[in-house]
């Protein structure tokens, strides 16, 4: 736990052990959602400088992204090959409703394994990023109907280049493409549409985040973009640092 109330001199002011590693943490609350190697814990945090880790559920497959809406969790998983690959990803509805019992309700199964998710709505948004010994790449966005939680169905995709994050705001998915910022109109969910993408070539673009009308990309060289998406069609790098 970091206390930012100074921004310019951030401190650690708390801490918990976790046998596995750390893979992503979402907040909500008074818990924070982490996934680790094979499972996924719930920690309480109503006490910054003493976090407690009182609730977990063996995932059986290599961490991912979670992102926490209402009661739900929503959990990627993937299994991998023997040069540790992804092959087969699965995204997990996991109950929350009691933080110290979370329980699996639900799960798709994400072909070529899962990169990241995003849940807006009814849908959950989960990318797939996809490369080989040969320099082959591959991506998609998948769009998954939640409305039954116990029953998540992928109702469409789109091709990318190789999709490692996504921000979803109002009626569009952003994409951090390895190397662009790809917008992509989810008004239709069955029928998601790319309309917008800029290439982001000297830093590449694997973390995006969207506020506003700015989009803000991190990439492999550790640099910010920020990216005018006013006109989503159109998004123009502005800055960088």
Known sequence: MIDISDPSAPTIIGSVNSTGGGGRVYISGNYAYMTFVGGFRVI??????????????????????????????????????????PWLGHLQV???????????????????????????????????AISDWAGNYGGYL????????SNPEIISSVSTYYAQAVYVSGSYAYIADAASL?????????????????????????VVYVSGSYAYVVG?????QVIDISTPSSPEIIGSG
């Open 142 to 149: 998948r769009v998954i109907d939640i409305s039954a939680p």
């Open 182 to 206: 790809m917008v992509i109109d989810i008004s239709i969910p069955s029928s998601p549409e790319i309309i917008g993408t800029v290439y982001t070539p000297d830093w590449g673009a694997d």
């Open 44 to 85: 309480d945090i109503n006490t910054p400088s003493n976090p407690e880790i009182i609730g977990y559920v063996g995932l059986g497959y290599a961490y991912g992204d979670v992102y926490v809406s209402g009661r739900y969790a929503y959990v990627i998983a993937n299994e991998i090959d023997i040069d540790g690959r």
């Open 94 to 128: 996991i109950d929350i409703s009691i933080p110290s019992n979370p329980i699996i309700i639900g799960s798709v199964d994400i072909p070529s394994g899962a990169s990241d998710v995003y849940v807006s709505g009814s849908y959950a948004y989960v990318t797939t």
């Open 220 to 224: 492999w060289g550790t640099r910010l």
